[in-house]
């Protein structure tokens, strides 16, 4: 049985009385990581196998002027040494990520004649142990030509500055408005401008990019920690082969946090087990990560914000421009989102919005939880905070006069068709606060802030999204799904269990999911995006309720009552009668009954999302499928004479729609609130033309559980959701508002805004100091 069924416009009603979804049953994932039993990309060993390394370039923007392997090629041990020259097509991506405008730019896998960025993939070693890959690294000689390289974005807008690719330094410049944003402003009663810089930021997962590749019955298979299997199908281009020759599995992901959304190890494992013909396992270990694996982009964000006296918004006029790096990889996007988003949870009738990805020699960015809709939130409530201020109004009272609602019409022309609930969240967050804390100490101050956001959750519906799974009851009444779904941790496969436990009724334990194979699984599309509970979750569903119809006609004739009567539970199907005495069928006996009938037990499934349009000339069209409201409140403390930021308090709110496991989603939550600290307070993966200041935990500065408060979540469940049974995406929703609630409450506590990111403590003895030089205006900004 072969079936779609496509989305609907609004969420569908469900039932609320559920008794699998809903409960935090452990699913194996949870207990192998415990018990170190997960097999991680790098824990698979092959006989006879080598070791790959990426010899890189140590110049940010250079000619390559020769490459000499010759002293490599020599070194006993060594099996393969590759350049640029033994790649069949050498390009990552030969289309960049979507063609709505913007400029086409390949990415090589090896180096050609130019390197963009420090870290760039320049040759390949296999060899038979680590150590010697990594001497056979150092003995590959590189001349390079120095070229003159741009590093900062707004130097790359200037008209002489040096082209980092020869079609331009800007790759994308989207352009998002409606009604007449310039005649607003100047009729508007006040006007709040403000500049936000954020920062380059490392995705840091414990698990760096690795796996295995090996070649057999002429397929190459690639075993590794990634986002997305359908990079198959640029491997197989890569190698020049047809697609049916390339299999990529996904292993159970130690982080991802769209670090692994772009290819890592892929196309380098791919080369050197194809030229090998012998298993070859690829590690990066963590300098390497941190050197050359893609980051947040910086945002400069300048905003303008016009309203009349009473603070209701007029017009918003806001530039956008991210450092993208040297390579397109998904900036086009990123730089997407931050324009849609760009205005917030907040009606403006008349808004322009420009957001520029552009070129530098600086390492790529490209997706990070939040992807462009989180860096904007500092922006966006900075500006609703400095104009609660103008205004003598307080931080609530600003935002219940511009507060979206459902049906409101957002700055890309659509309207909101789902529940927006920010008030509800906004509410217990700051209840959750409780009594203000006194400082510890003279020269401590206290202070308060809250912020709230909106992240979308699924693709660009102009991608025209889809999803597939495979259920099949077997004929002892157990229970597969295989999807292609990748699981980076976040209880990807384990939702899919519940969900189809719920509506079959068969036993959790009774259910295997086999996931992130393109050789064995329908495709279900990366994991990323907050996609994959909205996609396959809801495949899983529908795909579960046709199965559930085909079953149900067999089940009703042989017990005589009505199909939709019947109730699957417990590993059995059952008249619904009250009188006690109701009879059932076990699973097993039902799937056998079905197999002599001719009946399938099978259901391999698609579900379509909704798709639609964006005009970009127009800066008008569909955007995203719908969005994860929230809002986090923080309390902190400042040390004036160390310039150091205690998080005291901390508490987040979101509305996920209904929740398909709780502990899951106070696990999104507390982590991504944990990432959001790091981005406010103290991650900066600093570039000092191109070259990064730190590549090692010991100085590239994330927070760890002593840094970290009490992460107090509220979830709140609307039950209006476009995902299974009304959910609502909570990946990447979470990461979004932490730095503007922490800017907001360092305000409070020391009377400046912070508006450049991470608020480290030196930043705040700057913030301290200008204010003493009374450089700092009443509403704490200090432009
Ligand atoms: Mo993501 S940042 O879309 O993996």
């Known amino acids: 049985m072969v079936a779609m069924t496509e989305a609907i416009e609004s969420a569908p009603a469900g039932t609320t009385e559920f008794t699998v979804v809903g409960n935090s049953p452990a699913h194996h994932d949870f207990q192998d990581k415990v018990q170190g039993t997960l097999r991680y990309g790098a824990d698979w060993k092959l006989p006879g196998m080598l070791y790959g390394k990426v010899v890189r370039s140590l110049q940010p923007c250079a000619r390559i002027t020769a490459i000499d392997t010759s002293a490599a090629r020599e070194l006993p041990g060594v099996v393969a040494v590759l350049t640029a020259s033994d790649v069949p097509f050498n390009k990552v991506v030969d289309n960049a990520s979507g063609g709505l405008g913007e400029l086409t730019v390949a990415q090589p896998v090896l180096a050609e004649d130019r390197v963009r960025y420090t870290g760039e993939p320049v040759a390949l070693i296999a060899a038979t142990e680590p150590e010697i890959a990594a001497a056979a690294v150092d003995l590959v000689d590189v001349s390079y030509a120095d070229l003159p390289g741009i590093f900062d974005p707004e130097e790359a807008l200037e008209p002489e500055a040096p082209l980092v690719h020869e079609a331009g330094n800007v790759l994308v410049n989207w352009r998002i408005g409606r009604g007449d944003a310039a005649a607003a402003m100047a009729a508007a009663d006040v006007v709040i401008t403000g500049e936000y810089r954020s920062q380059h930021v490392e995705h840091a997962y414990l698990e760096p990019e690795s796996g295995v590749g090996w070649s057999d019955n002429g397929v190459l298979t690639l075993r590794v920690s990634t986002q997305v299997i359908e990079h198959a199908s640029q491997i197989a281009r890569i190698l020049d082969v047809s697609e049916n020759k390339v299999r990529i599995i996904a292993s159970y992901m130690g982080g991802g946090f769209g670090g692994k959304e772009d290819m890592t190890v892929e196309p380098y494992l791919a080369l050197l087990a194809w030229h090998t013909q012998r298993p070859v396992r690829m590690v990066w270990d963590r300098q390497e990560s941190i050197l050359a694996s893609t980051k947040r982009h910086p945002f400069v964000m300048r905003y303008r914000t016009g309203a009349k006296a009473d603070g209701t918004l007029l017009a ?20 997407f989102a931050g324009a849609a988003l760009a205005a917030g949870p907040y009606r403006v009738p008349n808004i322009t919005t420009r957001s520029r990805a552009v ?10 939880r939040g992807f ?19 205004l003598g109004l307080t931080p609530t009272e600003i935002r219940d006069r511009n507060q979206v609602s459902k049906g409101d ?3 890309t022309g659509e309207s909101l068709h789902t529940a927006v609930e920010l008030t509800a969240t906004r509410d217990l967050a700051l209840a959750r606060l409780g009594p203000r804390s006194t400082a510890t100490g003279p020269g401590c101050r206290v202070g308060r802030g809250f912020a709230s956001g909106m992240q979308p959750y699924g693709r660009t519906i102009w991608f025209r999204d889809h999803a597939s799974v495979w259920l099949t009851l077997q004929t002892d009444g157990s229970l597969l799904i295989r999807s292609g779904v990748t699981d980076l941790g976040a209880g990807q496969a384990a939702s899919l269990c519940q969900i189809a436990s719920e509506v079959l009724g068969a036993p959790l334990e009774e259910i295997s999911v086999y996931i992130g194979d393109t050789a064995l ?8 995006a907050t996609r994959q509970l909205y996609m396959s979750g809801n495949a899983v569903l529908s795909g579960a309720r046709e199965l559930r119809d085909s079953l149900a006609a067999v089940a009703a004739e042989e017990l005589g009552v009505p199909p939709d009567t ?8 059952r008249t619904a009668d009250s009188s006690g005495q109701n009879r059932g069928i076990r699973l097993a006996e039902l799937a056998q009954m079905c197999q002599r009938r001719g009946v399938s037990t099978s259901n391999l499934h698609t579900w379509r999302a909704r798709g639609g349009e964006f005009d970009p000339e127009a800066g008008q069209g569909d955007s995203f499928p719908d969005y994860t409201y929230g809002t986090h409140a923080a309390e902190v403390e400042v040390d004036t004479e160390t ?14 729609g209904q929740q398909i496991n709780p502990v899951r989603v106070q696990g999104q939550i507390q982590g991504g609130v944990m990432q959001g600290l790091g981005y406010a307070l103290m991650e900066d993966h600093a570039l000092i033309d191109g070259q990064p200041v730190s590549t090692l935990f010991a100085n590239y500065l994330i927070p760890t559980t002593m840094d970290m408060p009490d992460i107090e979540v509220d979830v709140v469940e609307s039950g209006e959701g476009c995902g299974p049974l009304n959910a609502r995406g909570i990946g990447e929703p979470p990461v979004g508002p932490c730095a503007a609630a922490i800017a907001s409450a360092i305000k409070d506590a020391i009377g400046v805004r912070p508006n450049r990111l991470p608020i480290t403590p030196e930043r705040v003895l700057e913030l301290i100091d200008e204010q003493a030089a009374g450089r700092v205006a009443k509403d704490g900004d200090h432009e």
Request: net charge negative.
């Open 409 to 411: 019409t957002i700055p």
């Open 359 to 368: 070129f530098t020699n600086n390492v790529p960015a490209s997706a990070f």
């Open 643 to 656: 310039g150091v930021v205690r998080v005291l308090k901390y508490a987040a709110s979101h509305d996920v």
């Open 566 to 573: 019947l109730v699957w539970r417990d590993g059995m199907v």
């Open 316 to 335: 918003q006029e806001i530039d956008i421009i991210g450092d993208a790096g040297a390579y397109p990889c998904l900036s086009a996007r990123v730089l």
């Open 372 to 390: 462009g809709a989180m860096q904007v939130v500092f922006g966006y409530e900075s500006q609703m905070d400095k104009l609660a201020e103008r």
């Open 521 to 528: 699984n329908p495709p279900a599309g990366g994991t990323f």
